[in-house]
């Protein structure tokens, strides 16, 4: 049993959406669910709404090919479905690449998945070729899920390298769908390490293609913008291929892609002389924008108290962003992962270059009511007395799940976090230079709108 | 019909026989329904829709005080974040503000409980729950992994109840038990029969202050109805229902969505059940009539001027008072066709295809054909049975009828062949006919206004104004793709399919039944 014996409304969905929001993002590619008939609308219907109405894509929501586990299924097996399924996906389906989800029902019966695509493989002539994924719920969350699908990509799917190629890197630990600026913070991440001189696979992006995904193999480096997830991933291309890896944080502002950019340029041998310019005409543009909030900032106080709730990735970067460039003050940031106890030490220290009491501050919290319990023994409530001091002015930079939380306390709020369901998200990002200029307009737009 | 002596309701397809797989005509349809010969359809390819599991919330998930938790492992339940706002608004139009009717949790099975069983996560579950947010309820929703490794929930539910002071319903919803997710409706009205409606907490006698005032309350009891609201109709479309109800001076008592609990104890001494679609609660009425003798009305929606015609005199007929109902439908009908015929200009001769639940579907094709003369060009149901066939019969013989939960595959073929003018039809299924280039109008949203004769004018207002302007949906159709082959527009859109034969007309029912 894992230490987490029920959650309150989870902020993630189980690997099957992970895996399928993952599968979905990948160009030319369509998920093929070897699950229970609800599996795939259920999750896609958790990352639309959840993800800032993601939109189904080209084979997602309710046109993802299933072959819907039945009673019958459950008790006779389920391959002859699956090969039927297989097999009329690639006469109607137009794809290059199919990905089989298994979910749970399919597992616990024992379905023997891996030959019957192994046969579908064997015998498809021009169709596209099929790979396996686990999307068991029970495995793991929507985070696992997104492993899985990319640990699938880099097991069955990419070249077996023939050259290490330099300055070909590829970036992982943005999940898609979860992390829900992916699609703006990804092409920021590729515009940064463009402009530094590199061939990138973002994987997700208009600009990645499977032609490019398949030489994932042959890259110098591994940057996983993630403590955890994509990090599994990471290590099977490093068992397979021996790229090495990079984990760092997800850069936010000009100071986290400042030192992003300096860490990665180190570990590439890049030249140092580009690598400053890069940076220095980054920087100038970045606070040539950025300061024009100074009049602002100094007339109305846009200083804020600040409760920052996300997942191990956003928490992280959102709270660094907002202490070391808004200027703010965080009594709270709350992970709301499952985080095994044992590693949660490494997790913390990841706040100590900017957080002095980060001990104190970084707690792990999977149920959204408990979260005002958690401010309430760090900011005590008003004793009755004529002086205190109240947590003011303050915002709660959250999830859609923390605007009661927020509305409750008669402070600011912004969803940044999954679930996101009150806000429409195309390309905007808030990772890099571009993205902390956008989340810097779009938390003080909320503090200001009452005006 | 009778069947809370069980744990477990049967499905729609054990019970009624409903299919979700049909390709043909109208009239096809009607006869191989009349038949018996749409229960063994199915398709070789398959597209993913929800689970039972999903459309129990639909009911679930609307009862102020209540907290759901979602047994199994933590994806099952995360389609629920996707309602935060909306379930709060839907709350608060029904005069809801209790916070914790949007409490939900998950018993997050992990390989361990597969294994060894997964009831003691859940009983843990149960007991802080109640702990925490103290409501009226907690609904167990139980799922595939439970269902497959065997737990016994309703073991747990005994063992527990008497510890915690909420009280615990299962809802049986695997949903791999079924493929008609309308199953789902019967699965939480089963818990509210076996487990709500006879709660002696809540049934306690009323108590009068003297003769007259329990002579009052007769009276009134005679005159109520319970009017049965589904989750995706809007506060509007109950008040509209809710009008018309009490012109003919009866007393309307809503549930099940967004009642709260002890609704429903006060449903057994209504005079008359009064139903807006069977679909949704033929298991409820059923059972209602046979145990606690409540007279029901099952029979139609009230969407479009023939079917709310229907609808009402069936109600007033029961109440003996048609000359009224007569004089009030005579009247709304006159201000409705003022209304209507400026909106019937930009309608008139658009050819429009409608998909949604086999009511609705049914019905709303018969309010654009009769009400607003538009062309009918193609009707699509989720799933089918017997309670269709009094629309469907209506609808003209050679239209083209698919039943089939989603599926867009077939979807797209029929629709880019047929090219309507605009396609109507239920959530999560529109974006596939609007990348067609295809305008579009969401109507079945618990947020649009669909019912009664404001229902009508609110929708021909809402068409006229999609087709004034549909460059978002042209544009769509310019530069987006669709997942499929060339090859497939080319194929037989029901190639996927195997039905039984389609008997003709002639055949004698009774002879096939027999055999």
């Known amino acids: 049993m894992s230490e987490y014996t029920f959650l309150e409304k989870p902020r993630i969905s189980c690997a099957l959406g992970g895996a399928l929001a993952t599968v979905n993002a990948l160009p030319r590619t369509v998920a093929l669910l070897h699950a229970s008939l609800g599996c795939g609308g259920m999750t896609s219907n958790a990352n639309q709404n959840g993800s800032g109405y993601l939109g189904s894509g080209y084979c997602g929501g309710n046109s993802i090919p299933t072959t819907s586990i039945g009673e019958r299924e459950i008790v006779f097996g389920g391959l002859d479905r699956l090969e039927e399924q297989l097999r009329n996906t690639a006469e109607i389906i137009d794809a290059d690449l199919f990905v089989v989800i298994t979910g749970c029902t399919a597992e616990i019966i024992g379905d023997d998945v891996e030959s019957t695509v192994r046969e579908y493989n064997e015998n498809r002539g021009d169709n596209p070729p099929a790979i396996l994924a686990s999307g068991a719920g029970f495995k793991g969350d929507s985070q696992w899920g997104y492993d899985s699908a990319m640990e699938a990509i ?130 100038r543009n970045y606070y040539q924008i950025f300061n024009r909030l100074a009049d602002a ?114 402070i600011s709020h912004l969803s940044v976090s999954y679930p996101v369901s009150n806000r429409v998200i195309l390309n905007r990002g808030y990772a890099g230079f571009t993205g902390g200029l956008s989340l810097t307009e779009d938390i003080y737009t909320v503090a200001l709108a009452a005006r | 019909m009778n069947y809370l002596d069980k744990n477990v309701p049967p499905t729609r397809e054990e019970r009624l026989k409903a299919c979700n797989t049909f390709g043909g005509t109208a ?60 379930s709060k608004l839907n709350q608060q139009s029904r005069g809801n503000t209790v916070k914790i009717t949007r409490e939900w949790f998950s018993t997050n099975l992990s390989e361990s409980e597969v294994v060894n069983g997964g009831v003691e996560k859940l009983e843990a579950t149960i007991r802080e729950v109640d702990r925490r947010h103290r409501p009226k309820v907690i609904w167990i929703a139980s799922t595939c992994v439970p269902g497959v490794i065997g737990d016994d929930v309703d073991a747990v539910v005994q063992k527990v109840q008497h510890e915690v002071s909420a009280k615990v319903m299962p809802l049986h919803c695997a949903g791999f038990k079924t493929r008609i997710v ?30 007259v005032e329990r002579f009052a309350y007769e009276e009134k009891r005679k005159r109520t109805v319970n009017l049965l609201n589904v989750g995706s109709m809007s506060r509007v479309d109950e008040d509209e229902l809710v009008r018309l109800l009490k012109a003919l001076n009866l007393e309307v008592n809503i549930l099940p969505c967004f009642a709260p609990p002890d609704r429903f104890v006060r449903a057994k001494d209504a005079a008359l059940c009064v139903s807006i679609c069977a679909t949704h609660d033929d298991y409820f009425v059923s059972h209602l009539k046979e145990i606690w003798n409540v007279p029901y009305i099952l029979s139609t929606i009230p969407i479009g001027t023939d079917h709310i015609r229907k609808w009402l005199f069936e109600i007033a007929d029961f109440f003996g008072i048609r000359d009224q109902a007569e004089r009030l439908v005579a009247a709304e009908e006159a201000e409705l066709k003022k209304a209507l015929e400026p909106l019937k200009q930009a309608l008139k001769g658009k050819r429009v295809y409608v998909s949604a639940g086999e009511i609705r579907a049914g019905a709303q094709a018969i309010l654009f054909q009769n009400d607003l003369e538009m062309e009918l060009i193609g009707v699509r149901a989720h799933h089918y049975d017997k309670y269709g066939d009094v629309l469907f019969q209506d609808l003209p013989d050679d239209l083209p009828v698919n039943v089939a939960t989603s599926q867009p595959f077939e979807q ?104």
């Open chain 1, 154 to 283: 880099f097991r069955s799917y990419v070249n077996p390298p023939i050259e290490r190629k330099k300055g070909l890197v590829n970036v992982l630990g943005i999940l898609p769908a979860q992390d829900v600026w992916w699609r703006g913070d990804l092409l920021e991440i590729r515009r940064i390490l463009t402009g530094l001189g590199l061939e990138v696979n973002t994987f997700f992006t208009a600009q990645d293609s499977l032609d490019k995904i398949r030489q994932a193999s042959e890259a110098e480096l591994n940057i996983v913008l993630s403590p955890t997830h994509g990090v599994t991933t990471a290590e099977v291309a490093e068992e397979l291929y021996s790229t090495p890896r990079l984990a760092t944080g997800l850069p936010v502002g000009a100071k986290a892609t400042t030192e992003f950019v300096l860490e990665i340029a180190k570990r590439l041998e890049l030249d140092q002389a580009k690598v400053d310019a890069f940076l220095a005409e980054e920087r």
């Open chain 2, 27 to 86: 009239c096809g349809l009607v006869s191989s329904s009349k038949h018996g010969c749409l229960g063994s359809n199915d398709r070789g390819f398959l597209q993913s829709t929800g689970c039972q599991l999903g459309l129990t919330m639909a009911i679930a998930g609307t009862i102020p005080e209540a907290v759901i938790i979602f047994h199994g492992p933590v994806g099952c339940g995360s389609s629920q974040l996707s309602q935060a706002g909306l």
């Open chain 2, 412 to 515: 797209v073929n029929l629709v880019k062949r047929a090219n309507p003018d605009i396609y109507v039809g239920h959530v999560g299924g529109n974006v596939w006919s609007a990348k067609l280039g295809i305008p579009v109008l969401p109507i079945f949203g618990p947020l649009n206004n669909y019912l009664g004769y404001k229902g009508i004018f609110e929708i021909a207002n809402r068409l006229a104004r999609v087709l004034k302007n549909p460059s978002y949906y042209r544009t769509l159709g310019e530069t987006e793709a669709l997942p499929y082959k060339e090859s497939w527009y080319q194929a037989d859109p029901f190639k996927y399919i195997r039905q039984a034969p389609i008997p003709a007309e002639t055949d004698p029912i009774d002879a096939d039944i027999a055999a």
């Open chain 2, 182 to 211: 309308a199953t789902a409706y019967d699965v939480v009205y089963h818990a509210i029969l076996r487990y709500l409606i006879d709660d002696p907490e809540l049934n306690r006698e009323l108590v009068f202050q003297d003769e």
């Open chain 1, 297 to 410: 900032y100094a007339d109305i106080d846009l200083q804020r108290y600040a409760v920052v709730v996300g997942n191990v990735r956003y928490a992280h970067a959102f709270a660094k962003f907002v202490n070391t460039e808004l200027g703010w003050i965080t009594p709270l940031v709350v992970i709301t992962d499952q985080v095994e106890s044992s590693l949660r030490p490494a997790l913390v220290d990841r706040f100590r270059d900017f957080l002095e009491d980060a001990d104190a501050v970084v707690v792990f919290e999977t149920d959204t009511s408990l979260i005002e319990t958690h401010l309430a023994e760090r900011w005590p409530r008003p004793d009755g007395g004529r002086y205190y001091q109240p947590f003011s002015p303050a915002f709660v930079l959250g999830s859609r799940l923390d605007k009661e939380f927020a509305e409750g306390l008669g």
